[in-house]
């Protein structure tokens, strides 16, 4: 007992010589810069005006994103890498033999961020100047950095947390690492490429084909045309990026998953696990194993984690010399059969899924938020009224994986998430001068880089507590066109989701949320604009008809949308003239409200007769084109009323709960 006391303190001591090493750092930075500077001619940094602003465009500054970005595997000494490098494009892949050491980019560029995006730098990209944007396809990125001497003699880790699409990573000269996926994070083992206590130059190659060409990769939303319901793209190092000291032999994944019952499975070796009383130090239960092997422990009693109450419990775990820290939550995710009807659980319990479809995209940074706090007050929004659940999101392709930090935040704040994975569009197509479509459909080399993304993504993602549900699927309508056929036989949302629930049993899946249903996963999952039709016994050509062998469930509806002022509108033309062409438009706030009462009201009615065990509403936050959100895509307005979405929400768990003490024939 004793010896897990002094581990504690261990953990808080090194936790102050973090910020210690993050002062150090600005300094190494800046004498780096220094050192390198008689040839310093890059264009200084500065943020580009986008369309539209945010709160947040011009409070950034040039640290960005100063948390530690991984708060699962968490080290103590550690450096941000984020901030000022430089940019500059390149010709194409073969630019990639010929990396431009030592000299000095073109443009100071801030990372992370999308190249796109307004906060990336100034002048990089071509907006506002309409919608066709000039995507980087190839670029190289430059840092410099040095190791503290304090590391000498251990494992020094490179981390990033995404690169869009493809990352080549060059040290000193040296290739030290490749990883493709724009979504995933990826470690490289820099120690043999960097020098300690001395200057270290980095250089990243990026190539993000997006759509262009016949690639077809997992791209969620993104497009080089931009329209409707597709967005402007994000090319680069639109996550942090740092370094970490660990020891010879170090932990480099660590999957835990703990349920109702108190028991958890870590892999590696020791675990601590803390009271959930931040006031209390108490060590609920230690457990010794071997490496490799995954292995239970048992906490008594635990706190359960639910949107409620979301209980969280810090985690430490040590190899050898190596230390990290984590957390959990004890919870139970199931279905199960309550009063006839197959239902969601959590921790045993039919829990309603009320949630809002979320795209994460931002005005300013487009996949990179601002900073932590306008990416928390999205969340912050949802809660207050009264969402227990978002979904990071469905519609014709999928976007997005977000930072840790996010899935962190979800897990503190208690919002149950249905994670979509980004999709591979094979609905490539474009229209040719001559008036003929062009279609690029994946091969079977895509498709294979397709399901191996996904099972990454998956394995990174896997010891959220908030993430209930994965939802796989990636394809669209084209797919069951005669076309598709000659790569996969049948209906290929029946082996993803086996392979989903062979990477991870523990959540349910909604394996064709709104799309052409052939009876796969856990939800029958409907989607209809703008009234919803949830578990119900009618059913529209447009719509799937409710299955009761499955957990009836409306993936989206809503989506009523309220044109706002300009200075509230992403201000290009293009997306201006789409504003009525997609969605049902409200012309003012109160009719919008009324509608929105009309719209829940029809949710509840459906939960009280029928089978509905959940919802989405289209959408958060309003996005380029799209005016639909609860609050537009600066953040500047919150459409709803407040007080009557707060009844009407409540008004929908109610119902669910009286289900259970209803004496009312079931349908
Ligand atoms: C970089 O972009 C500029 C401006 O678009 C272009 O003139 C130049 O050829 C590009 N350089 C490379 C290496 O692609
Ligand atoms: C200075 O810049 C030029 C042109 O970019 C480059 O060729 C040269 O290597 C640079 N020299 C130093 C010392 O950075
Ligand atoms: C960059 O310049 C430094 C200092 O002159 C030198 O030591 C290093 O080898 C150079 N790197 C490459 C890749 O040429
Ligand atoms: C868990 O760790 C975080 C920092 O990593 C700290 O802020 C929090 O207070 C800890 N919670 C408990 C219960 O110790
Ligand atoms: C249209 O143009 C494409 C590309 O040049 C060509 O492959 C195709 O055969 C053309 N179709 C017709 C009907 O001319
Ligand atoms: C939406 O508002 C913008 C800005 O006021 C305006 O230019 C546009 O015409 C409006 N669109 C519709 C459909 O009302
Ligand atoms: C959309 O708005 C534009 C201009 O605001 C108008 O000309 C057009 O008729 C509207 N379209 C629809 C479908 O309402
Ligand atoms: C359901 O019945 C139980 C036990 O009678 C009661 O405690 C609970 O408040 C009821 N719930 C609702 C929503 O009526």
Known sequence: MRAIIKLLFSLQ??????????????????????????????????????????????????????????????????????GLWTYQNASGLDAVNNPPFNQTLGQEVL??????????????????????????????????????????????LLNFGAVDYEATVFINGQKAGFNRGGYSAFTIDATKFVKIGGHNEMLVFVH????????????????????????????????????????????????VS????????????????????????????????????????????????????????????????????????????????????????????????????????????????????AMVYDLQVLKKLGFNMLRKHFSYGKIKVETALFYQACDQLGLLLIQDMPALRPIQSYTLENCTSLTYLPDADQQAEFDRQLAVLVNQHKSYPSIGTWSIANFFEVIYNEGWGQVIQGYPEFGLTDMVRSLDPTRLIDSTTGWYDHGAGDYSDNHHYANPQCGTPFYSTASSPYDPTRIGFQGEFGGIGN???????????????????????????????????????????????????????????????????LLTYDRRVLRPDVAQWQADIKALYDAAAGRHNSSMSRM
């Open 563 to 629: 044109n706002v002022s300009i200075e509230h509108l992403w201000n290009v033309q293009e997306a201006i003239n789409t504003v009525n062409q997609t969605y049902e438009i409200d012309e003012t706030l109160s009719a919008w409200n009324y509608r929105a009462h009309f719209l829940l009201s029809e949710l509840r009615d459906q939960t009280e007769l029928f089978a509905c065990s959940g919802g989405v509403w289209t959408q958060t936050t309003d996005v380029e084109g799209e005016v639909n959100g």
């Open 208 to 255: 993000d084909p997006t759509d262009s060409g016949d690639y077809v990769i997992p791209i969620g939303k993104q497009t080089l045309r931009p329209s409707h319901i597709f967005y402007r793209p994000c090319s680069g190092i639109w996550q942090s990026v740092w370094i970490e000291a660990a020891p010879e032999n170090y932990i480099t994944q660590l999957d």
């Open 13 to 82: 001591a090194t936790l102050v010589v973090a910020s210690t090493y993050g002062t150090e750092y600005e300094r190494n930075k800046l004498s780096a810069k220094k050192a390198r500077g008689e040839n310093a001619s890059s264009t200084p940094y500065a943020v580009k005006e986008p369309p539209l602003t945010t709160d947040w465009t011009y409070k950034l500054g040039t640290n960005p994103w100063p948390e530690y970005p991984r708060p699962q595997l968490q080290r103590s000494e550690w450096q941000n890498l984020n």
């Open 258 to 373: 703990a349920s109702m019952d108190g028991e958890g499975t870590p892999s590696p070796v020791q675990v601590t696990v803390h009271g959930s009383d931040s006031s209390t130090h108490e060590i609920l239960a230690t457990q010794a194993s071997t490496s490799d092997g995954a292995f239970q422990f048992n906490v008594a009693s635990p706190k359960l984690w639910s949107p409620d109450s979301p209980n969280l419990y810090n985690i430490t775990v040590t190899l050898g010399d190596d230390q990290v820290s984590s957390y959990t939550g004890f919870r139970t995710i199931s279905k199960g059969e309550v009063d006839g009807i197959v239902r969601p659980l959590l921790n045993g319990e039919f829990i309603f899924q009320f949630g809002t479809l979320d795209q994460g995209f931002w005005p300013d940074g487009l996949y990179t938020p601002p900073n932590k706090e």
């Open 111 to 156: 990372i992370p961020s999308c190249l796109e995006s307004g906060i990336s730098a100034e002048g990089l990209m071509n907006f506002p100047v309409g919608i066709q944007t000039s995507n980087a396809l190839y670029s190289w990125f430059s840092t410099s950095f040095e190791v503290p001497s304090s590391w000498s003699g251990k494992s020094v």
